[in-house]
């Protein structure tokens, strides 16, 4: 695959630096708004300039990648690399329990506290109130139970994909612990 040129001069050259500065260093997800300002560019200019190096570290073997979600823009690690280097984050002082209810409610996006029971034994409810009180989790009433949903904190504090591996694994423990039973 013939790789893509990048021109190391003018003006877009600078503005795409300003961007990939500005999207290391933040280390969460920053409004378009913001890094129009920051690069000195419309938002039109701006998604022309965020893939140009999207392109760069996708067809480079970049363990890197600059994602686009919400109106936001985010420098963060590929998925198949984040398991290497989760060490070096600053932890998240949360049970292991909570840990995996939130990245399972996170891989659904929602879900009922009623529902958690499906997956995990014990008591939920100090674990989903741990999670509310670290602000990770949101809840609202709906019929008897309350439907769960992550917060703007937890997008921002955690990498989605470290999280949904996370859940996956959780599942196929319940999985297997249901055949277990069963046997």
Same mark, same amino acid.
């Given at each position: 695959?013939?790789?893509?040129? $990048?021109?190391?001069? !003018? /003006?877009?050259?600078?503005?795409?630096?300003?961007? @990939?500065?500005?999207? $290391?260093?933040?280390?969460?997800?920053?409004?378009?708004?913001?890094?129009?300002?920051?690069?000195?560019?419309?938002?039109?200019? &701006?998604?022309?300039?965020?893939? @140009?190096?999207? &392109?760069?570290?996708?067809?480079? /073997?970049?363990?890197?990648?600059?994602?686009?979600? /919400?109106?936001?823009?985010?420098?963060?690690?590929?998925?198949?690399?984040?398991?290497?280097? =989760? =060490? +070096?984050?600053?932890?998240?002082?949360?049970? %292991?329990?909570?840990? %995996?209810?939130?990245? +399972?409610?996170?891989?659904?996006?929602?879900?009922? *506290?009623? /529902?958690?029971?499906?997956?995990?034994?014990?008591?939920?409810?100090?674990?989903?109130?741990?999670? #509310? @009180? %670290? !602000?990770? &989790? @949101? #809840?609202? %009433?709906? !019929?008897?139970?309350?439907?769960?949903?992550?917060?703007?904190?937890?997008?921002?504090? $955690?990498?989605?994909?470290?999280?949904?591996?996370?859940?996956?694994?959780?599942? *196929?423990?319940?999985? *297997?612990?249901?055949?277990?039973?069963?046997?």
């Amino acid at each position: 695959m013939a790789q893509k040129t $990048f021109n190391t001069e !003018g /003006d877009e050259y600078k503005k795409q630096r300003v961007l @990939e500065a500005a999207l $290391f260093m933040a280390n969460k997800p920053l409004p378009l708004g913001e890094l129009c300002t920051l690069a000195k560019c419309d938002e039109e200019k &701006l998604i022309e300039l965020i893939t @140009e190096l999207q &392109l760069k570290y996708n067809e480079g /073997d970049s363990a890197i990648e600059i994602s686009v979600t /919400d109106s936001k823009a985010t420098m963060q690690i590929k998925a198949q690399w984040l398991g290497a280097v =989760a =060490a +070096l984050s600053e932890k998240v002082e949360l049970h %292991k329990k909570s840990m %995996k209810m939130l990245a +399972l409610v996170a891989k659904k996006g929602e879900l009922l *506290q009623s /529902d958690l029971r499906k997956y995990f034994r014990g008591d939920i409810y100090e674990y989903v109130g741990e999670l #509310r @009180e %670290k !602000g990770y &989790l @949101e #809840r609202a %009433k709906h !019929g008897h139970s309350w439907k769960l949903k992550p917060t703007k904190k937890f997008h921002e504090e $955690f990498q989605i994909a470290g999280l949904i591996e996370q859940a996956k694994a959780a599942e *196929q423990e319940q999985s *297997q612990g249901e055949n277990v039973e069963k046997n």
